[in-house]
């Protein structure tokens, strides 16, 4: 940890303890400089990263003051998903929902991606024509196949730094995290076998079961933990699971942060079953707090780990640069890859590899949370602020999504069409389960609008939940 | 057609009818363009054209002579697969054999590129710059998916030059031609299925089925004419066959060409039998002919030919660009494709997009078709030269391999592995048959080597066969 970092840290710390209250203000730079023996460079960025966090805001020519809390709505509630597995039939909903966030001019708050513009574009359009005008042509063809070698090194000593042991040649490059998680999940199931997923889970993951004819076990999934390990527990007990495919950071659509013991509990239990985790780690890196949460992978020992993650959500979107490091299935999923697209792009591959070798990811990740953190901010203030009170809402703590759970006589995708009309989108929550459930919730992306759309979006939206509700409850589902 | 090619095809028909013999002079320059009244430019083009397909050749202050016909071995025989479908297993084998492809210092007969040196890589370096320039971050994202659809109006484009009807609408973006072939297999069959292949086929689509779990029904394959009709008729009378995997022009690794009256008379009987046909055509534009043949797709008024390519082998090696034309499985194919890959790299879409819209295409095309004819002479003339007389092998009439027929002493395994240990590959025959069969076969790349290390690798190559001859057959299998 750097030493603002550690700063920061300390004074967040006495903030969560009520030591420093909301209103108060924090001690000037100088006084802080001369207490603690530190440059004044060290001060300014720890004030900078608390006010990213949303922990303080500076008053013109008064100093640092301790923001009152983001304004805390409910937490939405547990769901309880039907406990055998199912087949899974995915309708056209998704595929009519995701074509009405491509719309130019509509509020993409139900977009899957963050803002575009949040990314050094114009860098790594210049790390690719260097890359490209430097490449000798027999080279195109030996970075085919599992990837750059030196690339898959660079990934590896990422997982180093973020606490995780994975080697070069257990990493297979992927076109995104998308056809990581596919490839995984092909090489440990087979046509009819059950997969243990999250209740809700990202509609990517019920595409790949319903593509590869698996039945699937819905897991109760808290808003703020993640996986509920009991309820994991009890399927494992009455189902042969082939796999488990969960998000243990900052899960989508529900933003959930599985606490590290939890995650270590979770690969144990794991590990005794021989059941393969399929950990989709996209917005791993998208994290509030002070450091990367580890991944499950990190407390693998025996390889029933596969870790999937991508640069689409941190750094490249566009790029379709992903990869699996499956651990013990690494073979089989490289073998899958050959043999379905061979290969990732080879500008895509020199552009990441020119860019983490030059240096300056951490740099820009440290930015792109702060913008995200300030946008998560205001979107909680604005939902609290226009939505009626009887929404909920979780308090996510990294990603750029937040859950809403809605009355019950609101009805999702009535309100997605709705809000369509006024120009903007929504993700409504039958599309993340197998069985059309979460009819009262909305996934709302506050990380894709630019940042002064998100008050009269949601202001709009709070009306229309308003409206919504003065109809007399829909029979509960 | 343009003027110089009239006027080369016309030459050719008289060369080919005896009119003009081995060693005769043709007309000079100056008197060709009297005759003719044509430019000078035109009578250079066709000469040059001429002296590419190894027809004249041009003698230092003499003029231009017709050569003696390419040295003419026996073709192969045709080869008669078991007549039942059977599950398909790909063991190590061929990963082994592409493993030795990949290494360093190996003269590269066994790859299955062509050499990246043909390409325009500069050109399309500074196109991915240019591109990745001018893109505005939102664009990112509405690239994604099927694709740009300026790029599929491009290849529809394309499409209609070559005499084929194809919407943008019908075209789905791809990582390479292997992933849509991929896609439009999973879109027309289930688990258990069976597939109708060539003997020998491609080990990719072997790969392909035994991923997706799929039988294979082998067709008997002409080393000429590609698929024998009445194979296939039978084929489809005994067993219930989801779809047809063939690949009309310049068949990998056959390299036979289906003629057109063959290709309309199988599209008519799959229409009949309501039979899916996914073309693989990434060899198409690499013909040595006059023109283009038509891919089966030309044929098709019902939408049952799923054609497949990519600009792999014609422009851009590594950037992974291919596509399908799925049509009336269209649909099907782009919602796989979102839910495995999502979407092919924009940075490679952007490549191509641009280079198409620019121009230049055919000009490059033409030059690579007469560098791959040239070495095509020159790898029949040393096979010619320096393989034992029982050797039989093919004369490919496009694309850049030879199926050469060893005696059945010479095993094709064991001729692979002296080969790697005088640092050559070669692709031995059993990888392109799902039961191992072509146990006295390989397949040649002309098109890898550089041209100067043909002789020396095919007169080692001879060597080692004829060292191989000395033994006593094995037991034919």
């Not at 076109?175 to 090489?187: R, V």
């Not at 699937?216 to 796999?243: F, I, K, Y």
């Not at 919730?441 to 002064?452: D, K, Q």
Request: aromatic share 6%; net charge positive.
């Amino acid at each position: 940890m750097k030493k603002y970092e550690a700063l920061a840290e300390e004074i967040e710390v006495q903030i969560t303890a009520g030591t420093l209250r909301p209103g108060e203000r924090l001690p000037s730079v100088r006084e802080t400089i001369a207490s603690r023996s530190v440059s004044p460079s060290t001060v300014f960025e720890a004030y900078a990263l608390l006010e990213a966090r949303g922990r303080i805001e500076a008053r013109a020519r008064s100093g640092f003051f301790v923001k009152a809390p983001t304004p805390q709505r409910s937490e939405p509630l547990l769901a309880r998903p039907q406990p055998n597995s199912h087949t899974v039939i995915v309708n056209d909903l998704v595929l009519e929902v995701l074509g009405s966030i491509r719309e130019r001019g509509i509020v993409p708050l139900g977009s899957a991606f963050p803002n575009p513009a949040l990314f050094p574009l114009e860098r790594l359009a210049r790390e690719t024509s260097a890359g490209l005008r430097e490449l000798e042509p027999e080279q195109m063809l030996h970075d085919l196949g599992p990837g750059n070698q030196e690339l898959r090194r660079q990934i590896a000593l990422r997982y180093m730094s973020n606490g995780v042991v994975a080697s070069a040649d257990e990493i297979v490059v992927t076109s995104g995290a998308m056809e990581a998680l596919n490839l995984c999940l092909q090489a440990v199931t087979r046509p009819g076998d059950a997969v243990a997923i999250e209740s809700p889970t990202f509609y990517g993951c019920l595409q790949a079961l319903e593509r590869l004819q698996l039945r699937a076990v819905e897991v109760a999934t808290h808003p703020r933990d993640g996986v509920q390990l009991d309820s994991l527990e009890n399927v494992l007990q009455r189902e042969r699971v082939s796999a488990c495919w969960f998000m243990p950071n900052f899960q989508n659509p529900l933003g959930a942060l599985m606490p590290a013991e939890q995650k270590k509990q979770l690969v144990q239990m794991l590990t005794r079953h021989q059941v393969p985790l399929i950990e989709d780690d996209v917005y791993g890196e998208l994290y509030f707090g002070v450091r990367r949460a580890l991944p499950a992978k990190a407390f693998d020992d025996e390889g029933w780990v596969m870790h999937c993650s991508s640069m689409s959500k941190s750094l490249a979107p566009g790029y379709r640069l992903g990869w699996a490091a499956a651990g013990r299935f690494a073979r089989a999923v490289e073998r899958l890859k050959l043999s379905s697209t061979l290969s990732v792009a080879v500008p895509s591959q020199l552009a990441v590899l020119r860019y983490l070798r030059a240096g300056g990811f951490d740099k820009h990740l440290r930015h792109l949370r702060s913008l995200l953190a300030l946008r998560r901010e205001e979107a909680l203030r604005c939902i609290a602020r226009h939505f009626p009170s009887e929404v909920r809402v979780t308090l996510p703590q990294g990603g750029y999504f937040v859950w809403v759970e809605l009355p019950p006589q609101v009805d999702a995708l009535e309100l997605h069409r709705l809000a369509l009309s006024q120009s903007i989108s929504v993700a409504p929550g039958p599309i993340f389960s197998a069985d059309q459930r979460f009819r009262h919730h909305l996934r709302l992306n506050y990380g894709h609008p630019r940042l002064e759309q998100l008050e009269p979006a949601l202001k709009t939206l709070g009306r229309l939940v308003a409206g919504l509700m003065k109809r007399p409850a829909l029979m509960p589902r």
